[in-house]
């Protein structure tokens, strides 16, 4: 029997999900697949958009798939088209209001949508949010125009990423975000300080302080932050993205207290006390289990998506596969500097109950008398008791993501600080330190 | 009561174990250190040596502390000092065959010499080895002396280092290597064969061929290889680094199959039945257990010699600690071109009994879209019943450290095919591919 696969959304989510289907061995004759997405081009990289905005590539390099490439598979993939409502009942989604799909398997990955503060003047043109092609190519417009001044409203790596490529036009860019550090989300106030330094001169900060009007006639011409009138040609709004649900949530299916879609780890949706047998959700739209607090989040990242991905396209093809709790290792490279955390930061640590022992290192990556070596600075949090390692902040030149990926292995291994620092690495004076800055930060965290 | 510490041996592992010793706290008032070392420099780092032939530092450089460092710290710390015999009975060791010194704990770092393999003419003149600050400044010397031909015995690390070295400054350079493919201890021979192709514009290679003698009259002229005659200004010799043990051996303590000394796992050393209470070994000259084997076989690693010293000096100042069986991971740079290896190789699988599956798959560095990216190549080994990772190689042009690090840490943990198919990596385009090449292999190694 051929099954009938329905895909919501052609984001990261949905189109892994597809691709790994299409992988399977003998996918192509058991299922017929559709995939329902709004946009009009195959796959966007999203992600990639500030470094296009930075002159690194054209936007146009981040169409990595046309819908073609899929229609050629068998793939009935459809652009520019709506999902209105979902039927659980009799199974099948509402397209455009008027046709039915009919389902036997679902996949929603309906995403996220840019977070518009309730604001005044958020519709005055010259404002912006970043989510997608046609947000990039409208930027990209305005930045065109011979603006004077930017303004971004949120510190986010998004938000820091294109205040970057606002700066590098000669576009005077200021940054103003609510909470008293950048990067609120991934990093504690002392490593954040750091990368606030780091772009003191391509950027100015006002922190700690909420935007509470957009001002201008039809277009923006200032924003209003505390006391102070900020004057802006370009207003990018980069205040976080919320899971879009409505039409899940109007099918009945449950959102949790984080906003996105809950699901079982077979990522299965809950409708009443059940989970569905055959409706998965997947990406920025549901809610993950913190791998650290063991308590509901949001993951919006493109790894996390992956993931899912291969989770769902498991249970699908009848492979029985369970997504585990999330670490949501994250990473960025900013104005030439990485910037990496896994796990939790301090305030989350305190906010969910749970002690720390923190230690932090400043090292090079490299032999002290080896010429390219760049500084790098570690912090490590451990569970106070256990001290096993439960987040890692890094921040360097190079090799950040790397070292991420090992300590989002060592967070999941339940690896102590002894063990960190009894655990063998390799060495190189080209390529690393003999004892590593990680190695420095886990014992200044116990003492010895 | 002070105790009196004496470590023989002043490379990397007997000055890690004084220093951390050092780093103790209320160590300097609780403790007498002597330490004695045969060579006239405090510490020398010979991993860095082929880097400075190469141009990239001077060979001064590498000369890290000098011995007034450590007697400013109240250590009696001699060079040019030979110990010539160990008194297990007593507790003292025998200094330039005249002084005894008393110790209650005797640490032996005495290290690795340079096999030399044997053949006619090892003693003539323009035939080195590479093991410290005095070969290193000959080397150079011959170097500038305009040579027209080097000679390389051995293709591991430190002799295709070198063999860059010669290569650069214009010197018709040859390696050669007894087993058919370059590293063969780090290296399946597909994945060295593309060490290979990376340097065969710099240096000719015969490899599965032994050196059968060195030719010359006081000075070499050419080197035998099979039928053919070599000309050869300058012969390196890099065959391998051989423990040196005899006053251990000497002394009683036992020496184990692969040549180290035999320790038990706080790195005390045996004789007869037992392993002695005052007594450890570290470094070069001692045998560990292999993490995948659980055979006996030698680490010849600044970076094994450093977690061993602190298990060492840790058990010194009275904190217990063990040290685990061995992966040995290792890094180097080939001219530009990163190598890494953990675990074991197929050769090594094979021998010892121990069915594989293998992976291998070749990406780039960052997402496609990327400035910059560079290739990269892995080779994942898995044990074929529990698919448990045992053994990694991967060759790119960057974050192959990093990436050795995590794949450590992989094998330690008991990550599967599977696990690392379902686990979170980080991603942002200027850092990472979505879809990791770790993850191919792995994929690759299991089939779904």
Chains 1, 2 share one sequence.
Do not use: H
């Amino acid at each position: 029997m051929v099954k009938k696969v329905v895909i919501i959304g052609g984001g990261a989510a949905g189109v892994d999900v597809l691709e790994l289907l299409l992988r399977g061995q003998g996918a192509a004759e058991e299922m017929e697949i559709t995939l329902l997405k709004k946009e009009e081009e195959g796959f966007f990289s999203t992600c990639g958009l500030p470094f296009a905005l930075q002159g690194m590539y054209s936007i146009k390099d981040l169409s990595l798939f046309e819908p073609e490439f899929y229609r050629a598979k068998g793939i009935d993939f459809r652009t520019e088209t709506e999902v209105t409502s979902i039927n659980l009942e009799e199974g099948y989604v509402r397209v455009d209001s008027i046709e039915e799909i009919r389902y036997d398997e679902l996949v929603i990955a309906t995403g996220s949508k840019p977070f518009i503060p309730p604001l005044e003047g958020t519709n005055l043109e010259g404002v912006y949010t970043l989510s997608g092609r046609e947000d990039g190519e409208k930027v990209e417009a305005a930045m065109s125009a011979n603006p004077r001044n930017a303004l971004v409203i949120g510190g986010g790596i998004a938000g820091l990423q294109t205040a970057v490529a606002f700066s590098k036009r000669g576009i005077y860019t200021t940054v103003v975000e609510m909470f008293p550090y950048l990067l609120p989300s991934i990093l504690d106030a002392d490593m954040a300080s750091i990368v606030q330094k780091w772009l003191y001169k391509e950027i100015s900060f006002i922190l700690g302080k909420p935007v509470s009007a957009i001002k201008g006639e039809q277009r923006v011409k200032s924003v209003i932050v505390g006391e102070e009138e900020i004057p802006a040609d370009i207003v990018l709004m980069s205040a976080g993205m919320r899971p879009s649900v409505d039409i899940a949530r109007e099918a009945g299916i449950e959102v949790g207290e984080s906003g996105g879609i809950v699901t079982d780890r077979a990522l299965r949706v809950k409708k009443g006390k059940l989970y569905l047998d055959n409706v998965y959700a997947l990406g920025d739209c549901v809610e993950v289990i913190d791998a650290v607090t063991y308590r509901p989040r949001l993951s919006q990242l493109a790894s996390t998506a992956l993931i899912q991905a291969r989770v769902v396209a498991n249970n699908i093809r009848g492979i029985s596969s369970s997504y585990e709790p999330c670490l949501s290792p994250t990473v960025a490279t900013i104005s030439g500097l990485q910037i990496g955390s896994v796990g939790v930061i301090t305030e989350v640590a305190r906010r969910y109950g749970i002690k720390i022992k923190v230690g932090k290192a400043i090292k090079y990556t490299k032999a002290r008398f080896f010429p390219g070596r760049k500084l790098i600075i570690a912090k490590l949090l451990f569970e106070a008791y256990t001290e096993k390692l439960i987040g890692a902040q890094i921040i360097s030149g190079e090799t950040v993501a790397e070292r991420i990926n090992e300590l989002t292995l060592a967070i999941r291994a339940g690896i102590t600080a002894r063990d960190i620092w009894m655990r063998e690495r390799c060495f190189d004076p080209s390529l690393t330190m003999v004892e590593d800055v990680i190695v420095d930060a886990a014992l200044k965290a116990v003492g010895s």
